[in-house]
């Protein structure tokens, strides 16, 4: 079974448009997080949940708005996309005990 | 704030050679974690180091870490094809429940 789940894989959009990203994790972990990886590779943190609570919330235009129902989901919706939005973003868990799990990631392609 | 430099950004190197990559972080941390990436996949675990003086192996990979100059390695030890890949160094926040990640190696090994 996956740890790290998240839908879709592929995300093709226009301009404007809002998508939504889910995440779902079976570890059991309190902590889930979202990360943005740019064209350069670079990975950088957007949120992170601890126990479906907001902890981290970095910097990140309103337009992306996370929702966590449980501790086990954290899913990313995001408002009138641009075309800066194009990213991959990688939906993330941990536990008490040292480790992050990462999901496969979603490729987003705004056109 | 914390900020996580690695180098070289990018490493070609032939087959049977061994090499380094070297990973500078700025404050104090919890853990220091590898991570490799193939093209368009997700992010693989390869180790977490927790203490001064840690040293892990795995294969032709080893690790280490030095929490007083703030630095980790990454040694390849007579590189093979199949390592080809990006290299992420990512510390531990401590306290702030995030990791932030160096910019990635890209390594590419040629036969």
């Known amino acids: 079974d996956t740890a790290v789940s998240q839908t879709p894989k592929y995300l093709v959009t226009q301009m404007g448009n809002d998508k939504s990203i889910k995440c779902e994790q079976n570890?059991?972990?309190?902590?889930m997080y979202w990360y943005k990886q740019d064209s350069k590779k670079f990975l950088k943190i957007m949120f992170s949940?601890?126990?479906?609570?907001?902890?981290i919330n970095e910097t990140v235009p309103n337009r992306f708005s996370p929702k966590s129902p449980d501790k086990a989901h954290l899913n990313l919706h995001i408002n009138s996309l641009e075309l800066g939005d194009s990213a991959v973003y990688f939906c993330?868990?941990?536990?008490?005990?040292?480790?992050?799990?990462f999901g496969s990631g979603t490729r987003l392609t705004v056109v | 704030e914390l900020k996580v430099e690695q180098n070289p950004l990018f490493l070609s190197m032939q087959e049977g050679k061994n090499y380094t990559i070297y990973c500078n972080y700025s404050?104090?941390?919890?853990?220091l974690y590898w991570y490799r990436q193939d093209p368009g996949k997700s992010l693989e675990s390869l180790f977490v180091?927790?203490?001064?003086?840690a040293v892990k192996q795995e294969g032709r990979l080893m690790a280490s870490l030095d929490t007083k100059a703030r630095l980790s390695t990454l040694h390849i030890t007579a590189a093979v094809h199949d390592l080809s890949a990006t290299y992420f160094c990512?510390?531990?926040?401590?306290?702030?429940?995030?990791?932030?990640f160096g910019q990635g190696t890209r390594l590419t090994i040629n036969p």
């Open positions: 949940y601890n126990n479906k609570e907001l902890i």
């Open positions: 990512a510390v531990d926040h401590a306290g702030a429940q995030k990791l932030v």
């Open positions: 180091l927790l203490s001064n003086g």
């Open positions: 570890l059991g972990h309190d902590t």
């Open positions: 993330a868990s941990s536990g008490r005990i040292y480790g992050y799990t």
């Open positions: 404050t104090t941390s919890d853990r």
